[in-house]
């Protein structure tokens, strides 16, 4: 066998390319890696096949492949090191995967939704990977949205960097470690990959992109997807940016180009985008067939540049093999496959009963008594706002929690540093992250880009690492960029990877109206959209003391919470507190009773609390006792507390700022109806927002948002019932 062959030259010379001495660790003798990197090619390949007649055989129930893509992942899968880099791929990475090491049972596993799966446990449809041994981080079915996380990854280990507190607290990180992440070139429309470089770049962050083109987001070619057909011409100018562009089915030239790439981002210079040209050989996927949309000229082209045989071809013609060696390795792969494929045909499917584990964290649990202080407060010094008592937590916390980051659009005093001293600083519109900048430093409170899915997306990617990001959304209004990443990805990370991950975070939102001039765009009160969501926490204080208790539960415990913050509230005279102190908590799901009363029942929260109290005192007067019941925590809420005071009253009214239809209100309305009807006295009885949006005219606001006058005549009505 001649060692000095065409192939092993280009490997010798690839190696050569200012490659860090990290990346030569393990790195296997020439012929044995070019081998080793056939075998995963035609591994991966086989695998596809073998899922593609399973599917027919109606003993799987979906399938997507990565044929086509083989040379350039598992070119990747070489230049980058299992369980020290970290891997956000797509769903065509199987030849990355499996190069990472993760086994061919592992990913059949997947494919017949075992529960031993470990993507995904039979949760996810297959191909959605991730290992968290190979720190392969669980992969979603919306294209784009690891793209922002990969960056939140590679950014938490900058800011481990940078806080000598972090090294103290977390463990893990790498000084060289690098972040991949892949997409198709339809991927590559979506604006969070847009984001994702653009933060990337400025930060000079280790993330090496991958675009995977084969010329088709399913049936749409790339040309119409992209301005002049070429994503990279593009971005040629992005600051700090590697890029380059390989052929992808020429697994030689993928292997040189990820090298320089992966080289480039370990030695910090930024980060590092590969173009790499493609092909797909199978329609999108056993649900598309691409013979409606592509000529067969077309396809039999692209079969001329199948990485699979080329490779093959190309390693007997060069001496690194011969056709018997190679037919041996196919025949090892070929049993290997049908091996691994019985043995998942014949494993165990989750069971039933599992279905709502990992919702919410099984290990903290935000309800328990770990986290009521409540009935042992001691309240000291002068009375504060909502704002005060917010902004008070949030310093304690992140003095005890080195992790604590808090970032967003305004959130800092200055970005600028060298004016913090001439100037009084912004910390937030509501001043809320006042001063924190100025005493923990850039590198734990810092602005955002205006993004919101910027935000949310990079604080998912940092969490899944270990820091804990306390994000604010500027207005609730302005949340809807975001509700990609918190409706597909922070809510359901832990579930659909059965536990493997998560990420804690806190996503805090002012919201509501009552504030003159808010309009359209600067009062709306979308609870509903939100409490829906499984696996998110929707917290929503009415006072300061209760804001402080609730944020630092947020911030403690192990799940993503959305706070909710109302403006209006922020700076009431009614609502202040005194300081309970640095370690007072209350849990969720614990409603509040405000007032006591014997004729009927009011179950409110937010706005709507201080509405209801002066309601009830007006009310009073015509001889009508109101209980009161302050939710407090809206996911999840204290039924307890529900069942308590609709027993003792019998008559309920559910009042609250979001709109009367579908809103959040209805819900509580239907289940009390449901569950305690032979303790009614009259129908449950709503006071909501009109079925319209808040408008500008201070006339119009009042006539569409509930008021006091609201709540008082709701009361009277229910109680003549």
Known sequence: MNSETKVLRLVRKAGDSSITEATHEHELPDNKLLLEMYRTMYLSRRLDDKEIQLKGQNRIFFQISGAGHEAILTAAGVALKAGYDWFYPYYRDRALCLQLGMTPLEQLLSAVGAEADPNSHGRQMPSHWGHSKLNIVSQSSPTGTQLLQAVGCAEASYRFQLIPELQKRLSGFKSDEVTYVSLGDGTSSEGEFWEALNTASNLKLPVLFLIEDNGYAISVPVEVQTAGGDVSRLVENFPSLYLQRCDGTDPIESLETMRRAVDYCRRRKGPALVHAKVIRPYSHSLSDDEKLYRPDEERAGEAERD?????????????????????????????????????????????????????????????????????????????????????????????????????????????????????????????????????????????????????????????????????????????????????????????????????????????????????????????????????????????????????????????????????????????????PGEDFMIPFAKAKKVREGKDLSIITYGALVQRSLVAAKQMEQEGVSVEIIDLRSLVPFDWDAIVATVKKTNRVIVAHEDSLSFGYGSEIAARISDELFEYLDAPVKRVCALDTFVAYAPQLEDAILPQVADVAKAIAELKAY
């Open 307 to 579: 990485p699979v045989k080329r490779f093959g071809a190309l390693l007997i013609d060069e001496g690194v093999i011969d056709q018997e060696g190679l037919q041996k390795i196919k025949d090892e792969v070929d049993r290997e496959v049908n091996e691994a494929a019985d043995v998942a045909l014949g494993s165990a499917q989750p069971a039933r009963e599992t279905v709502t584990q990992f919702v919410f964290s099984p290990d903290v649990d935000p309800t328990s008594k770990e986290f009521d202080t409540e009935d042992r407060v001691q309240l000291s010094g002068n009375p504060g706002t909502m704002v005060d008592l917010i902004n008070r937590c949030l310093d304690t916390e992140m003095s005890r929690d080195p992790r604590i980051v808090v970032f967003g659009e305004d959130v800092a005093d200055c970005s600028r540093e060298q004016y913090l001293e001439s100037v009084k600083g912004k910390g937030g519109v509501f001043k809320v992250t006042a001063n924190l900048q100025r005493k923990y430093g850039s590198a734990r409170v810092f602005n955002s880009p205006l993004a919101e899915a910027n935000i949310v997306g990079r604080a998912i990617g940092m969490a899944t690492r270990g820091l804990k990001p306390v994000v604010e959304i500027q207005f609730f209004d302005y949340i809807w960029p975001a509700m990609h990443q918190i409706r597909n990805e922070l809510a359901l990370l832990r579930w659909r990877s059965g536990n493997e991950w998560k990420a804690p975070l806190v996503i805090r939102v002012p919201i509501g109206g009552y504030l003159k001039g808010g309009a359209v765009y600067h009062s709306q009160s979308g609870v509903s959209m939100f409490t829906q969501i499984p696996g998110l926490r929707v917290i929503y204080p009415s006072n300061a003391l209760d804001a402080n208790g609730l944020l630092r539960t947020a911030i403690r415990c192990d799940d993503p919470v959305l706070f909710l913050e109302h403006k209006h509230l922020y700076r009431q005279a009614y609502n202040k507190s005194q300081y």
